[in-house]
């Protein structure tokens, strides 16, 4: 079974550039999740999709960044402008479904970014 | 709100000792426990999960985690590790009933010495 793919792995831009990264989940998993890892930290969930809907958004950067996945299946997050800041591993997970059970979400390897 | 505590950064080891990473966590709810291993250049892995039964749960890698509710730990232990342990070890909890969404801890490096 193909695992999380993320692209592209690395990629580097000056402030105040646009950026995009690109998800596919695991096939037939419903919920998929964006986490920002600035070095030294663990991983902090950006937005949660169900579906094609937004399940949490709450600790998304909504001034700068955005996110879709369109037809339930791959998505894409979006910075414009980028800040210095935002240099860290984008990471995408997907789990089967984001009800009330325990579903094991399933980590891609990430998009390196580093803004200038 | 859920927060997730590693005080160590980095736990330097010689290959065959045993090592422990230590993780303490706080929530006013149940929660579920986890530990996700990050080798170089690699995405997360789920390591080990606590999510009811036996409070000592074991990975097939030798590792195994206690959940102690009383201490609201979560230690990670491993009686002899591996230079091929080397990696970034996270400690996490998700409430229970609110889906998966996971709160991490800032990581501990384990780095594994010949």
């Known amino acids: 079974e193909a695992g999380v793919a993320q692209s592209p792995r690395y990629k580097i831009i000056e402030k105040r550039q646009s950026v995009a990264f690109w998800c596919n989940p695991i096939s037939g998993h419903a919920t998929l999740y964006w986490y920002q890892q600035i070095l030294g930290q663990g991983p902090k969930l950006l937005i949660q999709?169900?579906?094609?809907?937004?399940?949490?958004d709450s600790q998304l950067p909504k001034d700068r960044f955005s996110a879709e996945r369109l037809k339930g299946v791959d998505s894409t997050l979006k910075i414009q402008p980028a800040k210095l800041e935002d240099s860290a591993v984008y990471l995408c997970?997907?789990?089967?479904?984001?009800?009330?059970?325990?579903?094991?979400?399933?980590f891609g390897p990430g998009t390196r970014l580093t803004v200038l | 709100a859920q927060s997730v505590t590693q005080l160590d950064s980095q736990v330097p080891v010689f290959e065959e000792a045993p090592v422990e990473l230590r993780c303490n966590y706080s929530?006013?709810?149940?929660?579920?426990l986890f530990w996700y291993v990050q080798y170089p250049n690699q995405g997360l892995q789920l390591l080990l999960k606590?999510?009811?039964?036996?409070?000592l749960v074991e990975s097939i890698n030798g590792f195994e985690a206690e959940f102690n509710k009383s201490q609201t730990s979560f230690h990670l232990r491993k009686p002899s590790v591996h230079i091929s342990d080397t990696a970034e070890y996270f400690c996490?909890?998700?409430?229970?009933?609110?889906?998966?969404?996971?709160?991490f801890g800032t990581g501990t490096r384990l780095a594994v010495r010949p």
């Open positions: 999709f169900q579906n094609n809907g937004v399940v949490d």
């Open positions: 929530s006013s709810v149940s929660v579920y």
């Open positions: 606590y999510l009811s039964g036996s409070t």
């Open positions: 996490a909890v998700s409430v229970i009933s609110s889906g998966d969404k996971l709160t």
């Open positions: 997970a997907s789990s089967l479904r984001g009800d009330s059970s325990y579903n094991e979400q399933f």
